[in-house]
């Protein structure tokens, strides 16, 4: 809470009183005064004495208890405690009120005049009055904020920022030898794939150990779930299907099929039968002959692919 050296009330805007004093205690009143009013002004205002004297530094908002009533034609800014953070309102001439921000975060907004939507938000890193703007078919939309774990298509080579692609290596920390990632940045993603995935899928250099935190202090490395070349699927256990786990990989893209896995079939055969006995048989007793049929197909594997198309996938840090 800012402190002033005096308490503005109606004590101090009553002085001086009307009866007369001495001009040391005027002079002394005119300082107070002075002092008393620059001290608020420069709870949100520049007073350095440069050419910015009087321009906003930041703007303090006191949380209100409801939206505020204004004037036609008016529009104005204002915070209101929801979920005991202090969020950042508009509320427009027309009465619309629209919340600016989230959990503290600045919610996208978009000029819904233009046939080019556009899109506004905060990048942290950015150097201060610098903007980054982002296009969008429609501005009906809600974007997201990607947590670790999270996994995204793309046509890039190259990971984003703070994202690293999934290409069947490993992550882990600086002095690992991990061939996607070996950084410190990479421990919320090995704690996550630790805890959720198997070792099966996604195994640990020299075997798991008591934890997470401890394999990764280990230098021990984590292998990312393999994806290349692969369809991607939901785990679970889906009606009348297999359960499949976290992060399992399977299939081939050919087969060759055993005879286990042959359709019931038969191979007829057409031969001259004289009395019971083969032709060929021309005399003595009857006798089984085995017979061979001509063979068909090449034994080979078999194409198992489904029509794919193939993007790179990234993961969060």
């Given at each position: 809470?800012?402190?002033?050296?005096?308490?503005?009330?109606?004590?101090?805007?009553?002085?001086?009183?009307?009866?007369?004093?001495?001009?040391?205690?005027?002079a002394s009143r005119i300082r107070s005064l002075k002092l008393a009013v620059r001290e608020r002004?420069?709870?949100?205002?520049?007073?350095?004495?440069?050419?910015?004297?009087?321009?906003?530094?930041?703007?303090?908002?006191?949380?209100?208890?409801?939206?505020?009533t204004l004037e036609a034609g008016d529009g104005g800014f204002y915070v209101k405690v929801v979920s005991s953070v202090a969020e950042l309102f508009y509320r427009d001439d027309?009465?619309?009120?629209?919340?600016?921000?989230?959990?503290?975060r600045l919610l996208p907004f978009a000029d819904a005049t233009s046939p080019t939507k556009r899109v506004k938000f905060d990048v942290s890193g950015v150097t201060a009055g610098q903007e980054r703007e982002l296009k969008v078919p429609d501005y009906n939309i809600t974007l997201g904020n990607w947590s670790t774990g999270d996994v995204k298509l793309t046509f890039k080579t190259a990971a984003d920022t703070g994202w690293v692609l999934m290409n069947d290596g490993s992550i882990g920390s600086a002095a690992s030898g991990a061939t996607t990632r070996a950084n410190g940045d990479t421990v919320a993603l090995y704690m996550l794939l630790w805890d959720n995935v198997i070792n099966t899928w996604a195994p640990v250099s020299g075997g798991r150990g008591a934890?997470?935190?401890a394999d990764f202090a280990a230098n021990k490395t984590l292998t990312l779930p393999k994806t290349l070349g692969r369809a991607l699927a939901t785990s679970g256990a889906g009606s009348g299907l297999t359960s499949r786990a976290l992060g399992q990989n399977l299939g081939a893209e050919t087969h060759v099929l055993t005879i286990a896995e042959m359709p019931s079939h038969n191979h007829s055969y057409t031969g001259a039968v004289f009395d019971g006995v083969a032709a060929a048989d021309t005399a003595g007793?009857?006798?089984?002959?085995?017979?061979?049929?001509?063979n068909q197909g090449g034994g080979g594997a078999h194409n198992n692919m489904q029509p794919s198309s193939f993007f790179n996938v990234m993961i969060k840090l």
């Open positions: 809470m800012t402190s002033f050296t005096e308490t503005w009330n109606g004590a101090y805007e009553g002085l001086p009183s009307d009866t007369v004093e001495a001009a040391a205690q005027g002004v420069a709870v949100c205002h520049s007073i350095a004495g440069d050419a910015h004297v009087g321009k906003l530094i930041v703007a303090r908002l006191r949380p209100q208890g409801s939206d505020p027309a009465g619309t009120v629209q919340q600016l921000t989230r959990a503290g934890n997470a935190a007793a009857n006798t089984a002959q085995a017979q061979t049929t001509g």
